[in-house]
């Protein structure tokens, strides 16, 4: 089985319910802070190629924007969910096309044909460099120049803190993994059940795979200080809620933040 086949059915399957509550529940600050770098250099009425839709959040946040997206997963249990929460939201005529493909052939969408692409989620269920490349390359060419790139990597550390917190006493029975996980990143649906087999990246490696094809605008550890803590919140005020996102997005950006987050963000733009 593929990674693609593999991914596709984890999240028509088992990884389905936790999906649609992920961002909202249990990610705000990544969520909130995704959205807001989104917003800022995506302009109204733009037309998104979104590569691993999830379950929608991204796209009708860009649809209330008037953009017109492509929507693109590898699970049509979830694209079926995006459809369904755009159609809701009375977005039907913002989806520009709805296509059942990898983030490594995006064989439908047109050569330089949208303002910005979204990887925000792909690129940590390809295992093989190759493939992540592929991935890239994809999204670039289909990005107008001048197009930005959006895309999401898993930090390799929060498994250890996670696993310390949870299962402290498994260090030893987990050592063999753990040693090869340091050495590849790579994880499996015994290891990291809620993401199945994937891979977890670096600071270094991730700036890399985008080095040679787009001029970097931000790389961003997108919860910084609150990622073990970010369901706290969508317990305060909105004004609240500004002042923090601020913070996380000041110190997001340091190798302190960085080290800190679950996730990374790197915003491209294509220049040639």
Known sequence: MTDAEFTGQHYSQSAFKYETRRLTDLAPVEFSITKRLLDRWIPQG???????????????????RGCRIHLVDVSQRLLDA???????A?????VASVNLLS???????RDSSCDAALLLGPLYHLRELADRRRAVREAVRVLKHGGLLYAAGINRLPYFRDLFRESPREAIARREFHEQFLRDGG???????PLGFGHLTTVAEFRELFAELLEPAVFLGVESFTAAWQPTLNELPA???EAWLDLVEKTGATPEGL???DHFLYVGRKVS
């Not at 995006?82 to 809701?88: C, D, F, H, S």
């Not at 009375?90 to 913002?94: E, I, K, L």
């Open 46 to 64: 733009a037309t998104i190629a979104e590569i691993g839709v999830g379950v929608g959040h991204y796209s009708a946040h860009l649809a209330a």
């Open 82 to 88: 995006a459809v369904a929460r755009l159609r809701g």
């Open 90 to 94: 009375g977005f039907t005529t913002q």
């Open 103 to 109: 983030a490594t052939d995006l064989s439908t969408l």
């Open 187 to 193: 994880v499996d649906p015994e290891h990291a059940p």
């Open 239 to 241: 004004d609240e809620v």
């Open 259 to 261: 080290g800190a987050s």
